[in-house]
């Protein structure tokens, strides 16, 4: 398939192979919400909905309330789609107008960030340390060098990773509230559209990736500007990463599919799409999967999440992680680190840590589900039944 790799047999969902299934369960869980309707409602089906593509995925918000907050000159979800399309112009670690791109390639000067972007760097460095480095945005050189977002895939030799693993450590990412104004970068354009509040410097050959926690962010985003509309009922879901705000129209929690983990390589099969239905409101579910971006090579396949201790693509039994709880950035950021930790280390961050829940799938075909959620979701029979799964509820003590 890679004319350059011609050994490689690579399995990679194309983007658009992965925004049809994503479609697909867009829909189908718009068309499981129209099941659970109450018959007598086209008072309340005043229902709002775009889908458009962003940030490397299909994206689509449904929003209820009345037709002129949707119907004026500024329709709030054509402005979602917007916010999205702008924040992956500022953010993107390929795009070469991002500011994440000029921050990656300031040859070890401080670069000028504005004060979105410096926020969400603090943010997220806030996570990489809550999870022990287990998420790790300084992770770039890494996945870069297994291929991913180049689409050249390859497994590097140890001592590349060796050498990479030398400039992976978010730690060394420095914050400062004062602009750089040795930065040549702060007279260009993309500077400039933004005020300067602050610098970020990095040693040269390091480089930021904030891939794992964009989408967690983009949704908080959307979600505040909805809420300003005056929008109080929508479901945003961004990829694998959803946002409930409110609940239906008619009172009722929102419904949401938990998508059953395909597996990868020889282990592949087919099994029902979902594996299991959560019921929440007011509510972030954002799931990882190393299914959803992966490569094979002499049949060990290799996904898209790197452990930053060993340089290397997770293996460690955990198909996919689910988490559950307010706010969509930690939620994303705490997906990917706890699918690198796996289902012990996860459990056992948990117990120290329960202001979340998760549903974890592993190979062995167990779902672990945490007390907090326990009640609230419901498995798919033919899902557990497929993969002759387990359900194994994880308590504090
Ligand atoms: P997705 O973006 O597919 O929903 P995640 O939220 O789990 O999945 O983010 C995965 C992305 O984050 C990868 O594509 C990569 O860009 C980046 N990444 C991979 N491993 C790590 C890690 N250990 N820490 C931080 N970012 C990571
Ligand atoms: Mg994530």
Redesign the pocket.
């Given at each position: 398939m890679n004319s350059k790799h011609p050994f490689y047999q690579i399995l990679f969902y194309s983007k658009l192979r992965r925004a049809a299934s994503v479609l697909l369960s867009v829909l189908m869980l718009l068309n499981m919400q129209s099941c659970t309707r109450v018959a007598n409602d086209t008072d309340v089906d005043n229902a709002h909905s775009l889908t458009f593509f962003a940030?490397?995925?299909a994206m689509s918000i449904k929003a209820y309330g009345e037709d002129r907050i949707f119907e004026n000159d500024d329709p709030p979800l054509e402005a979602a789609r917007d916010l999205a399309e702008a924040l992956e112009r500022k953010l993107s670690?390929t795009d070469e107008g991002s500011i994440i791109y000029r921050i990656n390639h300031s040859n070890g000067a401080a670069a000028s960030v504005d004060s979105e972007t410096l926020a969400l760097l603090g943010s997220a460095l806030e996570l990489?340390d809550k999870t022990e480095g287990?998420?790790?945005?300084s992770?770039?050189p890494?996945?870069r060098a297994w291929g991913?977002?180049t689409d050249v895939y390859r497994v590097p030799g140890s001592d590349e990773i060796e050498n990479l693993l030398k400039i992976t450590d978010y730690r060394r990412i420095i914050l400062s509230s004062e602009p750089a104004p040795e930065d040549p970068g702060t007279d260009d354009s993309t500077a400039k559209s933004h005020v300067l509040s602050g610098s970020v410097k990095i040693e040269n050959g390091m480089m930021i990736?904030?891939?794992?926690?964009?989408?967690?962010y983009a949704a908080e985003k959307i979600a505040g500007l909805l809420h300003e509309k005056g929008i109080g009922s929508a479901v945003i879901s961004l990829?694998?990463?959803i946002k409930t705000i409110g609940t239906k129209p008619d009172g009722s929690d929102w419904n949401i599919a938990i998508a059953a983990p395909a597996r990868t390589g020889s282990d592949s099969y087919e099994s029902p799409p979902y594996a299991g239905f959560l019921r929440v409101s007011d509510m972030s579910v954002?799931?990882?999967?190393g299914y959803?971006?992966y490569f094979e090579e002499g049949g060990k396949t290799y996904c898209?999440?790197?452990?930053?201790s060993s340089g290397r693509p997770?293996d460690n039994g955990i198909l996919s992680v689910t988490i559950v709880a307010k706010d969509s950035l930690i939620c994303?950021?705490l997906?990917?680190?706890l699918?690198?930790m796996g289902a012990d280390r996860a459990t056992a961050y948990w117990r120290d840590n329960p202001e979340f829940d998760f549903i974890i799938i592993t190979d062995e075909n167990e779902i672990l589900v945490t007390e907090g959620i326990e009640n609230i979701f419901t498995p798919d029979e033919s899902y557990i039944e497929s993969i002759s799964g387990r359900i194994r509820a994880v308590h504090l003590q």
């Open positions: 940030m490397d995925t670690v990489c287990n998420l790790d945005i992770i770039y890494l996945v991913f977002t990736d904030l891939g794992a926690v964009a989408k967690g990829g694998g990463n954002v799931t990882s999967g959803e971006r898209h999440i790197i452990d930053p997770v994303d950021g997906s990917t680190a699918f690198v």
